[in-house]
C-alpha cells in the first residue's frame, strides 16, 4: 500500500462545475495535509493545507478531513479553465528517523470550457 | 528575488559523468528540502537539512548521491556517475521551523527545479 493515494485522473470537469478529488494515507496518526497544485512544467505551489477534522475553505477551495476513514478531499468549486493542472495530496507521515512530507502521485484536472 | 533559486534550469548529461545542482532557499528559511520527480509521478523525498546538518536521507538516495549545506545556506546535490535512471526534475524546497513553531516547518516553498537529462 502506497503511505498517500490518489487517483491518478484525468478528471474532467465542465467550467463553472464543482472538482472533487480525493487522497487517502496509510498513516493513521498523521496531523497534518496539504494540497499542492502544479502546473505542467512548473514547481508545486501551496494550495491550502488542515489539520482538523471537517472542513477548512479558502475562496473557491475547500479541504475535508476525516482522520477516522484517513481521507482527505479537495473541492474546486466553479472550476475555471485555468484550474487545469496536477493537484497533489502530502502528508505528513511519521517515520523513526523524522517525519517527512509525502506526495500522492497527483490528479489531473481538465477543466473544459 | 525572495523565492527559492535553483540553478542550473537545465542539464544534460552523459552517462558516467557526475552533475551538481545548486539550490539557495528562501533567506530566514532554516530548513531545506531535496526531492526528485518523475513524469506523471508525485514528488519524492531525498534529503531534508535544518540549518547546515543533514537530518534525513531517503533510502532513494544511493551512495552516487550526496548533498551539503555548508554553512545553512545555500545547499548543492552532486550525483556521480549519472546513469540513464537518474533522469529527472530535481526540486529543492524550503521552510522555515522551530520546535514552537512545528506547524510551519511543513509549508514548503518550492523552487523551479533542475531537471536532469542523461543521455
Known amino acids: 500500500q502506497k503511505e498517500v493515494e490518489q487517483n491518478s485522473g484525468p478528471l474532467s470537469v465542465p467550467e463553472g462545475a464543482i472538482a472533487s478529488l480525493n487522497c487517502t494515507y496509510s498513516?493513521?496518526?498523521?496531523?497534518?495535509f496539504f494540497w499542492y497544485r502544479q502546473y505542467s512544467g512548473k514547481s508545486p505551489e501551496l494550495i491550502m493545507f488542515i489539520y482538523s477534522n471537517g472542513d477548512k475553505e479558502d475562496g473557491r477551495f475547500t479541504a475535508q478531513l476525516n482522520k477516522a476513514s484517513q481521507y482527505v478531499s479537495l473541492l474546486i468549486r466553479d472550476s475555471q479553465p485555468s484550474d487545469s493542472a496536477t493537484y497533489l495530496c502530502a502528508v505528513i507521515i511519521r517515520k523513526a528517523a523524522g517525519n517527512k512530507l509525502t506526495f500522492g502521485g497527483g490528479t489531473r484536472v481538465l477543466v473544459k470550457p | 528575488d525572495t523565492g527559492v533559486s535553483q540553478n542550473p534550469r537545465h542539464k544534460i548529461t552523459k552517462r558516467g559523468q557526475n552533475v551538481t545542482f545548486r539550490c539557495d532557499p528562501i533567506s530566514e528559511h532554516n530548513r531545506l528540502y531535496w526531492y526528485r520527480q518523475t513524469l506523471g509521478q508525485g514528488p519524492e523525498f531525498l534529503t531534508y537539512f535544518q540549518n547546515e546538518a543533514q537530518l534525513e536521507k531517503s533510502r532513494l538516495l544511493s551512495d552516487r548521491f550526496s548533498a551539503e549545506r555548508p554553512k545553512g545556506s545555500f545547499s548543492t546535490l552532486e550525483i556521480q556517475r549519472t546513469e540513464q535512471g537518474d533522469s529527472a526534475m530535481y526540486l529543492c524546497?524550503?521552510?522555515?521551523?522551530?520546535?514552537?513553531?512545528?506547524?510551519?516547518?511543513?509549508?514548503?516553498?518550492f523552487g523551479a527545479g533542475s531537471r536532469l537529462t542523461v543521455l
Open positions: 498513516d493513521r496518526g498523521s496531523q497534518s
Open positions: 524546497a524550503s521552510s522555515f521551523g522551530t520546535a514552537t513553531i512545528p506547524s510551519g516547518a511543513n509549508v514548503l516553498t
